[in-house]
Nanobody, 114 residues
């Protein structure tokens, strides 16, 4: 199984982007899907997660601006990002955990200019 993330790019502050991450191959009992990010010189941090029940969790820094969603039939997770700030600049990684595995995508760069 591979996770492929799409949708990163360069955007001005206040703009928006939508990230998507699709899994190739079949996964059994997908539990939590989520997005993490890593800015230069910083540790990777959680952005948002969504459980199989639909329960979501967000980092305080993105609450009210980002929305995570998922399409279980397609094993795809999305991240709608609005009101982007320069401090949102990072490589964004998707992650999917199943009953037996933990998968990470390759990352997509998001750059927000001031």
């Amino acid at each position: 199984v591979q996770l492929q993330a799409f949708g990163g790019g360069l955007v001005q502050a206040g703009g928006f982007l939508r990230l998507s991450c699709a899994a190739s191959g079949s996964m059994f009992r997908v539990n939590v899907m989520g997005w993490y990010r890593q800015a230069p010189g910083k540790q990777r941090e959680l952005v948002a997660t969504i459980a199989s029940t639909g329960t979501t969790n967000y980092a305080d820094s993105v609450k009210g601006r980002f929305t995570i969603s998922r399409d279980n039939a397609k094993n795809t997770v999305y991240l709608q990002m609005t009101s982007l700030k320069p401090e949102d600049t990072a490589v964004y990684y998707c992650r999917t955990t199943t009953a037996t595995h933990d998968y990470w995508g390759q990352g997509t760069q998001v750059t927000v200019s001031s």
